[in-house]
């Protein structure tokens, strides 16, 4: 839960659709919740069309913000920070979606600021 708020709050500081990545989990018993979470995925994918024509990015404005992401979640200091955030999760014990981001976007707002620039 807490790397699909992550993720989210990385893509939207990017500007791509958050819409883009989902996270779900489905057990080995559960083929037709798979198939219904894979179809529902790409059904969304093909509504926003390739990648940046939702965002009104170009190719190369897509690739500079990837790697952007892709920076800052390589940063020692954003995972320490996410790291910590996780274990606040883990001490308040409640598991809602919608707590698990609200501390890691509270937890981490400096660190995600300073990563962006």
């Not at 791509?16 to 790409?42: N, Y």
Request: proline residues 3%; hydrophobic residues 40%; charged residues 30%.
């Amino acid at each position: 839960m807490g790397m699909d708020a992550l993720v989210k709050r990385i893509l939207n500081d990017i500007g791509i659709r958050e819409e883009r990545f989902s996270l779900e989990w489905a057990s080995a018993a559960e083929a037709p919740r798979f198939v219904q979470l894979i179809t529902d995925f790409t059904e969304r994918i093909k509504e926003l069309g390739p990648l940046g024509e939702a965002e009104g990015l170009s190719e190369d404005e897509v690739r500079e913000r990837l790697q952007k992401a892709l920076d800052i979640v390589s940063s020692q200091k954003v995972r320490i920070s996410f790291g910590n955030a996780t274990k606040a999760v883990r001490k308040d014990g409640i598991w809602t979606p919608e707590h698990i981001s609200e501390i890691i976007n509270t937890k981490m707002a400096k660190t995600l600021e300073k990563a962006l620039g």
